[in-house]
């Protein structure tokens, strides 16, 4: 199945894949209204990662893994993993036990603190490539196929 | 091909998905006890306190046994299994044969003999959905109840009655709650934030005494001698394998079942997962039950596997817990209480005033253990580096990090993981 994969060599760490799964995931799609007037701003599903001042970064996420460990983890049967390989949380039933935080060796999933409910990547469903790949300026986020 | 699983929780699940990832077409039934589909077991406690209601205790989507064509029997209990004629015996004396036969019984909590218990009505244990039911259908006229046992089960049975508006003493025989999960000073943390939310935790005390006239409770006598009015009694002491319905089958049978790396029994064609079973530790390696939910459903999963004909091998059992505590986060996972003398290195963050503490625990420069108390985040990271025995000696001093990440590790490692799989062009 297709994946979001991260080259760190070209990433400028401007964080942009953040605000882009934040807007995606917002209920105006529009940056500034998701950051300034929605009443609940979403969560980023993808992590930029950065060392020594910025010398080092690179954005993680979400491997739709063949055996989602979080899939396994999961007391409520919130997670699923479809038949096109994407592993998504339903938020209905998802209880907040923070399970998968615990069992995703990826560090992928993130939790809503607020809405106690676990936060992880949709490959966004509504997009023919998720947001975060489209607003990378540097490439250093590719959307292809892979094994893992 | 003619399946046959005994038991319908996260293991028989697993095992059910793995089945049907190779043998689309086999005849595959499923035998419960319980008159309920498929659930969320750790969600009796979110039932109890009113977080969740009924519709949410489902595991599955509805059409899940129809889409796979699982024949549920429901409130059927097997009682013997018979392995030369290659068929199970019913409570309602029905057989049923099997070619490969699965046996995910989970557990059976634990009810010691305690002077005074026989008889009296408001007793009751917390691993079913029925217990629930049955402990919030008196819920209205509970006062105080006691729990006896400061597990896992014995917190959030706790934590739902107290949700309820009940009293709740929880009365714990070692020197700590959570003492199998937890150290000592996360123990301590989160026994402190029960007791300032008004749950009172005794520990290195027991119940000896149900006392009360004919059914009715009126409290508990501890081994110190003290007493406690209360009108309810938990016991939530453990659960042991639901595994005597095997007696006489010939299956070996140790605490658990005993199963290899490929969830077989000692006999062939005969499998265990998840509480029931006695499968191999991942850093011992020594055969014990782990009565561990992903766990479970990782053994179904191997078991599932190796019963269509696939492969699948048992990297072992990794105990790990997530629960939260009044708000306060907590995740621990394999060796939290190293013994001194074993060769462990111990990393230690603590802030226990603002109920913060993390724990790393090593063993020859891998991890092993982990205890994490009010941050939380992103603590797979941990889980994947003890799974895949990582050296962390280049990165060990930012173990403890709030903000630890794949940025600490080797490059190569975190390429692996994220980066793309063709060459790079870099």
Same mark, same amino acid.
């Given at each position: ?34 950051? #300034? ?64 935080? #615990? ?7 993130? /939790? ?37 | 091909?003619?399946?046959? &699983? ?9 095992? #059910? ?17 319980? /008159? ?26 509805? @059409? %899940? ?21 290659? +068929? ?7 057989? !049923? ?13 634990? $009810? ?34 006691? $729990? ?9 049975? *706790? ?16 020197? /700590? ?8 000073? =996360?123990?301590?943390? !989160? =026994? ?6 008004? &749950? ?34 938990? $016991? ?33 064609? !005969?499998?265990? *997962?998840?509480?029931?079973?006695? =499968? ?34 048992? *990297? ?14 907590? &995740? +621990? #996972?394999?060796?939290?209480?190293? *013994?001194? @003398? ?52 280049? %990165? ?31």
């Amino acid at each position: 199945m297709k994946r979001v994969y991260s080259l760190e060599d070209v990433c400028i760490g401007c964080h942009l894949c953040e605000v882009a799964c934040i807007t995606e995931h917002s209920i105006s799609k529009e940056p500034v209204k998701a950051f #300034m007037r929605e009443a609940e701003r979403p969560i980023s599903r993808c992590t930029v990662e950065e060392s020594d001042g910025g010398a080092v970064s690179f954005s993680t996420t979400c491997r739709h893994c063949d055996e989602p460990a979080c899939l396994q983890a999961c007391i409520s049967g919130a997670i699923s993993k479809d038949e096109n390989g994407r592993v998504t949380i339903d938020t209905e039933k998802c209880v907040g036990c923070w399970s998968c935080v #615990m069992a995703c060796p990826f560090g992928s999933v993130q /939790r809503n603190t607020e809405k106690k409910r676990a936060n992880k990547c949709d490959l966004c469903p509504d997009r023919e490539r998720p947001a975060c790949v489209d607003a990378c300026p540097n490439r250093a986020l590719v959307f292809e196929k892979g094994e893992k | 091909m003619n399946y046959v &699983i005994i038991g319908n929780s996260v293991a028989a699940v697993g095992a #059910m998905r793995a089945i049907r990832g190779i043998d689309k077409e086999s005849g595959i039934t499923v035998i419960s006890r319980e /008159r309920y589909q498929a659930y969320g077991r750790p969600l009796i406690s979110y039932l109890l306190g009113g977080l969740i209601n009924e519709k949410r205790m489902a595991y599955l989507p509805p @059409d %899940f046994c129809e889409k796979n064509k699982i024949n549920l029997l429901l409130e059927s209990e097997a009682v013997s299994v018979d392995a030369k004629a290659k +068929s199970i015996k019913l409570r309602n004396g029905d057989q !049923i044969k099997y070619d490969r036969l699965l046996i995910a019984t989970g557990g059976d909590p634990f $009810v010691p003999p305690i002077q005074g218990l026989a008889g009296k009505e408001r007793v009751f244990t917390f691993t079913t959905w029925d217990d629930a039911a049955k402990l919030k259908a008196v819920s209205a006229e509970i006062e105080h109840a006691v $729990v006896i046992g400061g597990g896992l089960i014995g917190l959030k049975a *706790a934590e739902g009655l107290h949700l309820l508006g009940k009293k709740v003493t929880i009365v714990e025989l070692a020197d /700590r709650v959570l003492s199998a999960a937890f150290d000592k000073p =996360a123990g301590r943390i !989160i =026994a402190k934030k029960m007791k300032t939310n008004g &749950i009172d935790v005794i520990t290195e005390d027991t119940v000896t005494t149900i006392n009360g006239n004919g059914s009715v409770i009126s409290g508990v006598t501890l081994k110190s001698g003290d007493t406690i009015d209360c009108d309810t009694v938990i $016991v939530a002491i453990g659960v042991r394998p639901a595994a005597s319905f095997l007696n006489g089958s010939g299956i070996e049978v140790n605490r658990g079942v005993l199963v290899n790396d490929h969830m077989q029994t000692s006999i062939k064609n !005969i499998y265990a *997962a998840g509480d029931v079973a006695e =499968a191999s530790d991942f850093f011992t390696g020594q055969k014990n039950p782990m009565p561990i939910w992903p766990d479970a459903y990782i053994q179904g999963d191997v078991a599932g596997t190796d019963m269509a004909g696939g492969d699948k091998k048992y *990297a072992g059992g990794l105990a790990m817990n997530s629960i939260e505590f009044f708000k306060v986060p907590t &995740i +621990s #996972m394999g060796i939290t209480n190293p *013994a001194d @003398d074993g060769g462990f290195e111990v990393l230690l963050y603590q802030e226990p005033e603002n109920y913060c503490y993390r724990k790393i625990v090593l063993k020859e420069n891998c991890l092993v253990g982990a205890v994490l108390v009010g941050v939380v985040d992103r603590a797979g990271i941990f889980s994947g580096l003890i799974r895949e025995k990582v050296d962390v000696t280049p %990165f060990k001093d930012s173990l403890l990090d709030a903000g630890f990440g794949f940025v600490n590790l080797p490059r190569d490692v975190r390429n692996r993981l994220f980066a793309p799989q063709r060459k790079q062009q870099f």
